[in-house]
């Protein structure tokens, strides 16, 4: 198997480029989100397509979160097989295929789904008599990120009674997760973004309530977010993903009074070797668009002031080095601009303490797209 290590090497006996992750900085990360979900008196359901790794989900478990977030039918089966008990695909299936797969799986495990089309209602009800399975089922409603979900109100109401009455699935709830918030920089225009969910998920929880179909779960939110939901006594679940292990993108999100987002710490490096010093100036790694995913920018250099890691290739990236200060074989961290699919890139994470790897951990739902 193609891994780039064993338990005990040091970090320069590694191959690269690879991803290793600081176990210090994910357990304080993994600590801090879950004691301000206690502290607020909400559940977390951490989403796991930012690691897609079963053992970093039941690491979150164990520190009291409720369960995870999946996006893909094949994601939750992984995170299952891995051990995780109760997952929420956090979105729409529609392929008859993966439906009769999602439904045989609610049979393995607790199993929920969003849905936002009374059509597909029917047919994630007509999978779930076919499997002998029940489904639970919540309300996608749309709080303004313009993707997914129905209109707040009257339409989501309408929607809850076609889940109430479908046979095979059971009405759970709501989710108004404001996805297009979560990387906008100031904090006044994200927490009026966030204001905007909180009311229309607050309508259509009323709206529900007068009818008699009380949601039992209310969620959305994210790393960017969290505090506003948490704080608005209307959610009763947080689906926070990237703070278990932070990436450049959101190091430039501020928080109140216009500080970095620095509750959490960078735990996910993306380990790599010079390869070629040739030019004054410049160097090149072995990093390139085959390991890291520059949706969000380019990566930072990780406690190297002066270094800057500008262009990337196919297999290499380009590395301003203005004082020289790189030498052939040296190894650098890269802190990804976007950790969620620069880690669907890989097979493994590299856990490492004190300079020596810890652990080995498969990605086990990468390429879970489906």
């Known amino acids: 198997m193609n891994i780039p290590g064993e338990i005990g090497m040091s970090l320069e006996e590694l191959l690269t480029p690879c991803l290793v992750v600081d176990l210090d900085a994910l357990e304080r990360n993994i600590a801090r989100m879950a004691a301000y979900a206690i502290g607020q008196g909400v559940g977390l359901r951490p989403h796991a397509k930012t690691h897609k790794s079963p ?3 039941l690491l979150q478990m164990a520190h009291g979160a409720v369960g995870v977030c999946c996006q893909k039918v094949s994601e939750a089966e992984a995170m299952v097989r891995g051990g995780v008990g109760d997952v929420l695909i956090a979105n729409q299936v529609v392929h008859p ?14 199993v929920g789904v969003c849905v936002d089309d009374a059509g597909n209602v029917d047919a994630l009800s007509a999978a779930a008599r076919r499997a002998r399975s029940v489904i639970d089922v919540l309300v996608e409603i749309d709080v303004g990120a ?25 009405f759970a709830g709501v989710q108004g997760y404001q996805g297009s918030a979560q990387h906008v920089r100031e904090f006044s225009r994200r927490r009026a973004l966030v204001d905007k969910a909180i009311r229309d998920v607050r309508l259509t929880v009323e709206a529900l309530d007068a009818v008699g179909l009380v949601p039992r ?36 999100v501020c928080s109140e009074g216009g500080r970095p987002l620095d ?11 010079i390869m070629s010093k040739t030019r004054s100036g410049r160097a090149v790694c072995d990093a390139g668009l085959k390991a890291h995913s ?52 890989h097979d493994w994470l ?10 080995l951990w498969p990605v086990a739902a990468r390429g879970a797209v489906f």
């Open 55 to 57: 053992d970093i989900a």
């Open 97 to 110: 295929r993966m439906l009769d797969r999602l439904a045989r799986l609610a049979g393995e495990a607790a």
């Open 146 to 170: 313009a993707r997914c979900g129905v209109a707040p109100g009257n339409d989501a109401v309408a929607l809850a009674k076609r889940v109430a009455d479908a046979p095979g699935l059971r």
């Open 217 to 252: 779960v209310i969620t959305g939110g994210g790393t960017g977010t969290y505090p506003l939901e948490g704080a608005s006594g209307v959610y009763t679940e947080l689906q926070c993903g990237s703070y278990v292990f932070m990436d450049a993108d959101y190091q430039r």
């Open 263 to 273: 509750a959490f710490d960078n735990s996910l490096f993306l380990l790599t070797t």
């Open 294 to 345: 520059v949706d969000s920018g380019l990566p930072a250099v990780h406690e190297h002031h002066g270094i800057r890691y500008i262009q990337a290739s196919d297999e290499h990236g380009v590395l301003e080095d203005p004082d020289d200060a790189l030498r052939l074989r040296d190894r650098l961290k890269l802190i990804p601009g976007h950790c969620d699919p620069t880690v669907n890139l």
């Open 350 to 359: 590299v856990g490492l303490r004190d300079g020596r790897v810890e652990c």
